[in-house]
Every structure is written in structure tokens, then in C-alpha cells.
């Protein structure tokens, strides 16, 4: 049985629809992430499977009920949000308490669960603590403590993390993976953090206006992109796209744009000799050629030179198009000086120039992480 099921949920603010015929599974046990763009809906989305808000239209089942009509309390959920308020002045075992003790659950249960949450969070030492005597991390641990001793059938985070610094924040990241492998319960996290969806999802949902756009794990996300939008909002550095047209070439094809000539296989695609599409390559699959190389050759002077550490991103023009690519730190050139980069077929992306949807056939077996 599904944990959630949003079946053509639609929502409006007057004449504004916000989430749009919108249908989804999330299986028990599983971590999903809702990733997008400021104002896509993520939160709204996931007020309306807490029942803060009321839906419009469809209906969202938790635990195989319809909760349609359903108060927040009743749907077996706990609520993590951005800006997690605890009580100042209670202490930090009075603020993970707080509602439990509105459920009248008898003290020395209270006690009792209060203790081992706190043990799972390493909060043990501070419970006698006011919240204004702890740091921003341990902080959002108690907030989270907090929702974990309802022992909900679901969690809802929103941006849980978003108020941390950076350090602190791949701090709590890990915790909450862990939290996760160890307590199995069935997650709904809401990010604009690529790096947060990528790590910690089982599956991602990429919303736009209101629409999934694709709904995939990490590496199906990040390696068969669905369509254009997917593409250019998941990786970074950004996808390079190159507008191109399709040429039958002997057996193969030709992409002709950024002032060159590319020559694939081209089995992978669907392709028809004349067609408008867009290439994708992502900087890390361009690499450094070889002298002996001779096709799929993009090539120009080093623009700009970003460097990263391990590695450099570099930007050079081909054909007035600019495009960069992410090579090993020693192999990067002097500013100005001509590059050259090839790729391997298979790790390129097409897509269709009107539609923007992917070209590539479908793909029956195989892992994408190896
Ligand atoms: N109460 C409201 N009345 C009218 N419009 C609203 C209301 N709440 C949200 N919206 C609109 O709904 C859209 C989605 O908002 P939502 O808060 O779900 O976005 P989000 O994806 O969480 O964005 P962010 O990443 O910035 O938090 C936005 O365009 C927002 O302006
Ligand atoms: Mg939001």
C-alpha cells in the first residue's frame, strides 16, 4: 500500500491555480524530495498533504484514507518547518514534551519517549537547557525531536535546513539521512538545494508551475533528463545546450551548430534528418582531446577560467556559442589559449527544438550509476 497518494490534486488562490491535476505515489519507508524553482508550489504542496491548507480539487489519501476532510492533527503526519519556533521559555525537554502533554499521555510515559528521542538525537545533555543557550544545529535537532515523538506515519520537512550555514547544514543533512536509515519513516522534504535532493532522496519530483516535470531517482534524474526544463535545472555547472540540426550522415547522423560538424551513431535517438533539436552536454562529460582525436571535436580560445580546486571550469566560444567545460585542475589552460574538448555519444542529450522533450528511445535495463 502507498503511504501517499495525491490523485488529480488541484489547488487555486482565487483565479490562481497553484497546483495543477497533479498525481502521485509515495510507497512506505521512502524519502521523497520536492525540488524546484522559487514559486513552483513545493510548499504549498506540502501543506496541502499536511492539510494546512485544503485542496481545491482530487484527492490525498495517507495510510490508504482519504483525508480530504481531515484536520492536521488527525493525518498521522509531523511538520518540520523553515522557520521551527520553540518555545523560549521552556526548556528543551518541555519544548520536545509540548504535545504530548496536550495529549494528556501519562508523565512517566512522557518521560520515557522524551528520553529516547532525545538519546537518537544526541540531545541528552542539553534537556534542562533553554533553547536561546543552544546552537542553530542543535536547535533544529529539537525541532525535529519534536515531531519525531509523535511517532508520525509520515514527516513533512519544509527547507528544514535553509536557516543553517553551510557547514552546519551538510552537518544536519547527514543526520537526517541517518535519522532516515535508522527510523524508516516515510519522508516528504521539501528543497531548493540540488545537492540536499540528490543526496538524501529516494526519488525526486521536479515541479514547475504547479506540474511534475519528471519524477525519478537522483541518477535517473541527473542522467536521462525528460526533457529541457529538467536538463537545465539539475547539475551544476549547468548543462551546455547547443541548437543544432539533424543530417542523415552515411550510416549515422550529423549535428550541425556552434559553428561545427558533430557525427554520431545516433541509435539512441530519435532523429529525422532535418529536424531541429538541442544538444546537451554537461561540462564534466567534455573532455580534454587527445591530438589524435578527430571528431566530436569542440574547439575555441579559453574565455574565462573559473578555478575550483581539483578542477577548473573553462568557457570558450565555438561558433558564437559560449560553452564551458569542467576539466581536471592540471589540465587546464592558459586564459586565451585554444582548447579542444570531445565527448563520448553516450553521454550526450537531445532534445526536441519545439517540444523540448527528450529524444532519447527508451531505455529497457541497465543501472544509470554505472
Ligand atoms: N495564500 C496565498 N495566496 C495567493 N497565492 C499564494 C498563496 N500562497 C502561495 N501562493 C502562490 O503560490 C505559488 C506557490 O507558492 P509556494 O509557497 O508553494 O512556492 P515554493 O515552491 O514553496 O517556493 P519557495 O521555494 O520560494 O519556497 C507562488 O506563486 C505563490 O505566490
Ligand atoms: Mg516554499
Redo the contacts with the bound molecule.
Keep these: 500500500m502507498s503511504a501517499i497518494v495525491c490523485s488529480h490534486v488541484d489547488k487555486a488562490?482565487?483565479a490562481?491555480a497553484?497546483i495543477r491535476d497533479l498525481n502521485l505515489s509515495i510507497e512506505e519507508h521512502e524519502f521523497v524530495v520536492?525540488l524546484?524553482?522559487?514559486?513552483?508550489?513545493?510548499?504549498?504542496?506540502?501543506?496541502l498533504l499536511a492539510g494546512l491548507?485544503d485542496i481545491t480539487g482530487g484527492e490525498v489519501s495517507i495510510g490508504g484514507k482519504v483525508v480530504n476532510d481531515l484536520e492536521p492533527g488527525d493525518r498521522g503526519i509531523a511538520m518540520v518547518f523553515q522557520n521551527y519556533a520553540l518555545y523560549p521559555h521552556m526548556t528543551i525537554f518541555d519544548n520536545i514534551a509540548f504535545g504530548l502533554r496536550r495529549q494528556k499521555v501519562p508523565a512517566a510515559e512522557i518521560v520515557k519517549r522524551v528520553e529516547a528521542v532525545s538519546r537518537t538525537l544526541g540531545l541528552d545533555p542539553y534537556l534542562g537547557r533553554k533553547p536561546a543557550e543552544l546552537s542553530g544545529g542543535q536547535q533544529q535537532r529539537v525541532a525535529i525531536a519534536r515531531a519525531m515523538i509523535k511517532t508520525p506515519k509520515v514527516f513533512l520537512f519544509?527547507?528544514p535546513l535553509s536557516n543553517l550555514d553551510a557547514k552546519l547544514r551538510n552537518h544536519m543533512r547527514i543526520e537526517i539521512a541517518r535519522l532516515h536509515q535508522s527510523l524508516k519513516t516515510t519522508t516528504v522534504y521539501?528543497t531548493?538545494d540540488q545537492l540536499e535532493a540528490m543526496t538524501l532522496a529516494d526519488r525526486i519530483v521536479l515541479?514547475r508551475d504547479?506540474v511534475i516535470e519528471q519524477v525519478g531517482s537522483p541518477a535517473e534524474i541527473y542522467r536521462r533528463p525528460g526533457n529541457l526544463f529538467v536538463a537545465g535545472f539539475i547539475g551544476t555547472p549547468n548543462m551546455n545546450f547547443v541548437e543544432v540540426t539533424v543530417g542523415r550522415a552515411g550510416g549515422g547522423w550529423s549535428l550541425t551548430g556552434a559553428g561545427t560538424v558533430l557525427s554520431l551513431d545516433g541509435s539512441a535517438f530519435h532523429l529525422q534528418h532535418g529536424d531541429r533539436a538541442v544538444l546537451g552536454i554537461r561540462p564534466p562529460d567534455l573532455k580534454t582531446a587527445g591530438a589524435d582525436a578527430g571528431r566530436n571535436l569542440l574547439q575555441g580560445s579559453a574565455d574565462l577560467i573559473e578555478f575550483h580546486g581539483n578542477d577548473a571550469l573553462v568557457t570558450f566560444g565555438s561558433g558564437g556559442k559560449e560553452i564551458s567545460a569542467l576539466v581536471p585542475a592540471r589540465e587546464c589552460p592558459a586564459l586565451r589559449a585554444p582548447v579542444r574538448y570531445t565527448f563520448d555519444e553516450e553521454s550526450i542529450h537531445l532534445f526536441d527544438a519545439t517540444s523540448g522533450a527528450s529524444l532519447r528511445k527508451p531505455e529497457r535495463n541497465g543501472s544509470l550509476l554505472s
Excluded: A, I, Q
Excluded at 36 to 47: A, E, H, I, Q, V
Design positions: 488562490y482565487g490562481t497553484v520536492f524546484g524553482p522559487s514559486g513552483c508550489g513545493k510548499s504549498t504542496l506540502l501543506r491548507e519544509d527547507e521539501v531548493h515541479l504547479g
